[in-house]
């Protein structure tokens, strides 16, 4: 094996913690994001878990720019609800990275963690190749889902789908929640290319849920290609809203009364076409009760922590605030109506949006910022802070920016999250509401730093 192949330090033994293995795989590969599959394949395969995928589980895959943290973690709930045991991947995480692996929705160990780790740096050394954190991680998930003999695989993409690593297990039903413009590094720079890309997830002949109305024509020729069947948003299934309790799905065969889950809509829907469009034995009774207990932190995710309101949310590109927005401006109301009817015998002044902010610097700050500032909403102040991680921008670059949309509001820096969550708390009163949104890393961040998870 030569040196370019053999890892900057040992490997860590069965005895190392969850943290050294982590920071071990972070170093042992040249790139933090590698695309292609060509290096992981022979390390799977030596694994087994692309074999045991094919002939023991049912899988679904899900592609999209946005939604598949909710649209994953549906489908999981309605699978589990009716009997089968599932297993769920999802990254990045929030809080620990056990979060990305579940079965029945409880996290994996640390130990079951580092025992698929193990085999898997054994693979890979016997393999004589290098792989990213992202391969050694998922592939190590796939392993624990194979052995755990696990019914049903519900894995969400992590970026783009041809060639991520994900897209070594062919699925039995591929899921494209939303196409919109990120990672343009590695994408493509327009809705065509990016279609592409997440339209590589696609298999011969089998179903596909396309979560909007517009479709670019180069996933319309992949389903072409592969002779899928496609159930589309808008034309084949839809969804309304009854009220604050209740919505109704409808597709050409059935329609149903829900109970309203505390996710998207949209996403919830896609997740229920997918599982009505499998061969999963999966009844209304289960999906009624997994619509009930189904929840995702940090996605439109709303709390009462240390005596103010908190509504924290992922959203890190333009489509996904503008997502953000649809749900918020509707939330800004309901939440005035209870504060002004709560607070309508007291002089305290009216409810005001505290924004708890920060991005990552190869994302599209610019348009987020704009999508953000020209929203009908009361935002007083920006609380900014550089986020705790290789790829983020700095809170100079967050001021500049801010500074060029951000009109009447104050703008706070700070040294750290940790130090703009607790300014925000002691600037803010009860009556308002703290919006965190920007990245995954600042909901982790801002979530750590309240001690909650």
């Known amino acids: 094996m030569s040196d370019s192949l053999t890892s900057r330090t040992h490997s860590p033994n069965n005895e190392a913690s969850l943290t050294e293995w982590l920071d071990y795989m972070q170093q042992i590969h040249v790139s933090a994001i590698d695309m292609g599959l060509s290096r992981v394949l022979p390390v799977a395969e030596s694994l087994g878990v692309v074999q045991s995928a094919k002939d023991d589980a049912y899988v679904f895959t899900v592609a999209g720019t946005n939604g598949k943290g909710s649209t994953t973690a549906a489908i999981a709930q ?25 079965i029945n929705g409880e996290m994996v160990s640390d130990q079951t963690l580092i025992d698929a780790f193990s085999k898997v740096e054994l693979a890979r050394l016997e393999c004589a190749l290098t792989l990213s954190f992202f391969e050694m991680t998922t592939l190590a998930a796939l392993l624990i889902f194979a052995e755990a003999d696990c019914d049903v695989w519900v894995l969400e993409v992590g970026l783009g789908g041809r060639l991520d690593v994900v897209n070594i297990i062919d699925p039995d039903m591929a899921v494209i929640t939303n196409i919109g413009i990120d990672h343009v590094d590695w994408l493509g720079d327009n809705v065509e290319d990016i279609g592409r890309e997440k339209a590589g997830i696609l298999r011969e002949g089998i179903p596909l849920i396309y979560g909007t109305t517009a479709m670019p024509d180069s996933v319309q020729q992949a389903i072409n ?71 995702l932190a940090g996605r439109f995710d709303y709390r009462e922590v240390q005596g103010r309101h908190w509504l924290l949310d992922v959203a890190h590109n333009e489509q996904g605030v503008e997502f953000l927005l649809a749900q918020l401006l509707p939330f800004w109301q309901q939440h005035l109506v209870k504060q002004n009817k709560h607070n309508r015998h007291a002089h305290i002044a009216p409810p005001k949006i505290k924004m708890l902010f920060s991005m990552l610097g190869d994302k599209d700050i610019n348009k987020v910022v704009q999508c953000l500032t020209e929203a009908d909403l009361p935002i007083s102040d920006w609380f900014i802070a550089e986020i705790d991680y290789p790829r983020a921008a700095s809170t100079e670059r967050l001021q500049s920016i801010l500074a060029e949309y951000v009109d009447g509001a104050q703008i706070h820096e700070f040294e750290g999250l940790q130090a703009a969550t607790q300014a925000v708390i002691n600037a803010s009163q009860p009556q308002d509401l703290i919006v965190v949104c920007g990245s995954f890393h600042t909901i982790g961040e801002a979530l750590a730093a309240l001690e909650v998870a």
């Open 225 to 295: 290609k592969h002779k899928a069947t496609c159930y589309q948003f808008g034309q084949d299934f839809s969804y309304r809203e009854i009220d604050a309790k209740t919505w109704q799905y409808s597709n050409a065969a059935v329609t149903m009364q829900l109970p309203r889950p505390a996710l998207s809509l949209t996403n919830t829907a896609n997740a229920l076409s997918a599982v009505l469009a499998s061969s999963l034995n999966v009844d209304t009774h289960a999906i009624e009760q997994a619509l009930q207990t189904v929840k």
């Open 78 to 102: 309605m699978c589990q609800a009716a009997g089968y045991k599932t297993a769920l991947y999802q990254s990045p995480h929030l809080s620990v990275f056990n979060e990305r692996v579940r």
